[in-house]
Nanobody, 114 residues
Framework: QVQVVESGGGLVQPGGSLRLSCVFS????????MGWYRQAPGKQRDMVAT???????NYADSVKGRFTISRDNARNAVYLQMNSLEPEDTAGYYC????????WGKGTLVTVSS
């Protein structure tokens, strides 16, 4: 059974940092293209960052230079380090394995507010 479980969300002040974690189980993690997406209330779900099984990364323009995606194949985990957070980053953050038609977690909420 495939499971995708996110953690690490919470409330943070503008300018602060958070690190999201995602653990994937039930399939061979190292072969999967992984990504983080986010969805704010009333908006569509958008790509934040992706990482291939070879470690190549891609970022949304709005987070370039502030967010970093990484993976640890030994731990079946993918991470999103978020720095210089802005109120506009407030959203539910979702971990994905295998692209939009692949596997999704239930999400973790990030709120950036003073």
């Amino acid at each position: 059974q495939v499971q995708v479980v996110e953690s690490g969300g919470g409330l943070v002040q503008p300018g602060g940092s958070l690190r999201l974690s995602c653990v994937f189980s039930g399939r061979a993690f190292s072969s999967y293209y992984m990504g983080w997406y986010r969805q704010a209330p009333g908006k569509q779900r958008d790509m934040v960052a992706t990482i291939t099984n070879g470690g190549r990364t891609n970022y949304a323009d709005s987070v370039k230079g502030r967010f970093t995606i990484s993976r640890d194949n030994a731990r079946n985990a993918v991470y999103l380090q978020m720095n210089s957070l802005e109120p506009e980053d407030t959203a539910g953050y979702y971990c994905n394995a295998g692209g939009p038609t692949g596997y999704w977690g239930k999400g973790t909420l990030v709120t950036v507010s003073s």
